[in-house]
T-cell receptor, first 112, second 113 residues
Framework: QKEVEQNSGPLSVPEGAIASLNCTYS??????FFWYRQYSGKSPELIMF????GDKEDGRFTAQLNKASQYVSLLIRDSQPSDSATYLC????????????FGTGTRLKVLA | GAGVSQSPSNKVTEKGKDVELRCDPI?????LYWYRQSLGQGLEFLIY????????KSGLPSDRFSAERTGGSVSTLTIQRTQQEDSAVYLC???????????FGPGTRLTVT
């Protein structure tokens, strides 16, 4: 079982719609969760981080964390073609290490 | 302020040669991570440094790979006797501390011919 799982996509949404990206993780003790955006040929760029159950909003982005169900999601409101990229979910590992486990990413395509 | 910088941006080397990749983290960031990303793949953890603590080397794929961090700042990843399977983008990230959000450098694209 993969430690951090994401649907590879592509997830296609029309411009102006809400894009919903999901991530599940296996380590129940995980405390820190991150979303990165990666454009083709570029390095990952931090979008959001969330540590507590519930929602965290930053502009058009909302991160949602449900530790009981072990999933974290990213909502992008009013999606724009410039949001088209691969979105990586990362979880900080526990058990005496500070490694981050990355999912393989979901490719988002926003259609103009 | 200045972000994470890496050099060189591209490196082409012949199989069997040694290479050194450099990472300059954000000033004040105590944690530094190295990752590898092969074409179309996810990020593979290699090693992290936190302050003066012993590094976590558990992700290094073989003893041909080593890394050091001098003075708690700049880090160098060294790959000895490079192989074609070492071809990838090598990414460095830094954070204010372990467990905090990471900021990535632009990466070094390594091609072994």
């Amino acid at each position: 079982q993969k430690e951090v799982e994401q649907n590879s996509g592509p997830l296609s949404v029309p411009e102006g719609a809400i894009a919903s990206l999901n991530c599940t993780y296996s380590d129940r003790g995980s405390q820190s969760f991150f979303w990165y955006r990666q454009y083709s040929g570029k390095s990952p760029e931090l979008i959001m981080f969330i540590y507590s159950n519930g929602d965290k909003e930053d502009g058009r982005f909302t991160a949602q964390l449900n530790k009981a169900s072990q999933y974290v999601s990213l909502l992008i409101r009013d999606s724009q073609p410039s949001d088209s990229a691969t979105y990586l979910c990362a979880v900080r590992a526990t058990s005496g290490t500070y490694k981050y486990i990355f999912g393989t990413g979901t490719r988002l395509k926003v259609l103009a | 302020g200045a972000g994470v910088s890496q050099s060189p941006s591209n490196k082409v080397t012949e199989k069997g040669k040694d290479v050194e990749l450099r990472c300059d983290p954000i000033s004040g960031h105590t944690a530094l991570y190295w990752y590898r990303q092969s074409l179309g793949q996810g990020l593979e953890f290699l090693i992290y440094f936190q302050g003066n603590s012993a590094p976590d080397k558990s992700g290094l794929p073989s003893d041909r790979f080593s890394a050091e961090r001098t003075g708690g700042s700049v880090s160098t990843l060294t790959i000895q006797r490079t192989q074609q399977e070492d071809s990838a983008v090598y990414l460095c990230a830094s954070s204010l501390g372990v467990g905090r959000e990471q900021y990535f450098g632009p990466g070094t694209r390594l091609t072994v011919t």
